[in-house]
């Protein structure tokens, strides 16, 4: 992020709330040149200070477990209404952002006391910002459609590691968007994340299982694809807004950014709904729900929590970290959705998906290296400076 115009470098931080000062705020910078940074410049923890080390590590962590927590619940939920009786993809598309309201409670508890912006134009700021919410509501909302089809015709594992190629996507949105240098550890996750996808992709004993057919798991094959370069876009878009266009350092603004796109994305896919027809079906649906009414109620519900918590994870790692490490993050819950999925689902791992999977958490430590690489360089600057 952008800090003032006499800062050292950029950097996220948390809320806070009680006074109007700015100690108030969690603020936390990476050090570095005063010159504009890159996306990788952000992915080492700030040197000068060690109370900023460790809030820094501290919003990361959060951060990770709010993602890996909310994809690994709300992907099985979403898995669990197909299995008993779901069948609105609508429906399935309107959780993934309907449960925005909650976030209202963490945005008041973060909210940012200062008054300081960098915008100079609030009149240019609000139309800015209100087209870069729409923009990017209406995109999340396509995607989240192709994600629901995806997940109604492939097995959750398959889904699951499918959605891995959203790596190797955003590595790519972030090279071109971003500035984002590649090395030769993401090169090699990114690489190891694609053929992890491909394999999947001439699975012969992942086609037609869960009684569709060949042409059902083709179409949610390339729709799951489609949605996962969809995805990457989007987090290398808002990783641009926050550094080129917000410009400042507090959670909320984090909050602020998920809260409107989804509010965006929620009034499409309700257009969505009904223009479709899919509501008439509902009640039926609810009705003949295998698992009861109430579970039909309690599974969108926390399914569209669930989402909530994941998309705060996601947006938050994009504005602490960068958006290609948001996305090697999701990646983490690999080795967790499909082994859920064979529990509760009676998904079959095959070799084929064995490999893929391992090829997976393979890149995924790939990146990770490459963090510790970067730290340690962080570290060891440092320390010369002084």
Known sequence: ??????????????????????????????????????????????????????????????????????????????????????????????????????????????????????????????????????????????????????????????????????????????????????????????????????????????QGTNGLSHGEYILGFVLTLGASATYSLILSLMQVTFEKVIKRETFSVVLNMQIYTALVATIASLIGLFASGEWKTLEGEMHAFGAGRLSYVMTLLWTAISWQIASVGVVGLIFVVSSLFSNVISTLALPIIPVFAVIFFHDKMDGVKIIAMLMAIWGFISYGYQLYVNDKKARKTSVSVE
């Open 1 to 206: 992020m952008a800090g003032d115009d006499g800062s050292s470098g950029r950097g996220a931080a948390g809320g806070g709330g009680g006074g109007g000062s700015r100690e108030d705020e969690v603020q936390i910078q990476i050090a570095g040149s005063s010159k504009p940074e890159t996306s990788c410049a952000r992915e080492t923890p700030p040197q000068n200070s060690p109370t900023k080390h460790w809030h820094w590590w501290l919003m990361v962590i959060l951060n990770i477990f709010f993602l890996i927590a909310g994809q690994t619940a709300s992907t099985l939920l979403g898995r669990f209404y197909y299995n008993q009786g779901g069948n609105s993809k609508w429906m399935s598309t309107f959780v993934q952002t309907a449960g925005f309201p909650v976030l209202f409670i963490a945005l008041y508890l973060f909210r940012s006391k200062s008054t300081e912006t960098t915008i100079a134009s609030p009149e240019t700021s609000l139309t800015k910002m209100t087209l870069i919410y729409v923009v990017l509501g209406l995109i999340i909302a396509a995607d989240d459609l192709m994600y629901s089809y995806g997940l109604l015709y492939l097995p959750v594992s398959t889904y699951s590691l499918i959605c891995a190629s959203q790596l190797a996507f955003n590595a790519v949105f972030s090279y071109f968007l971003n500035a984002q240098k590649f090395t030769a550890l993401i090169f090699n996750s990114v690489i190891l994340l694609t053929f992890s996808a491909a394999l999947l992709g001439v699975d012969e004993d992942s």
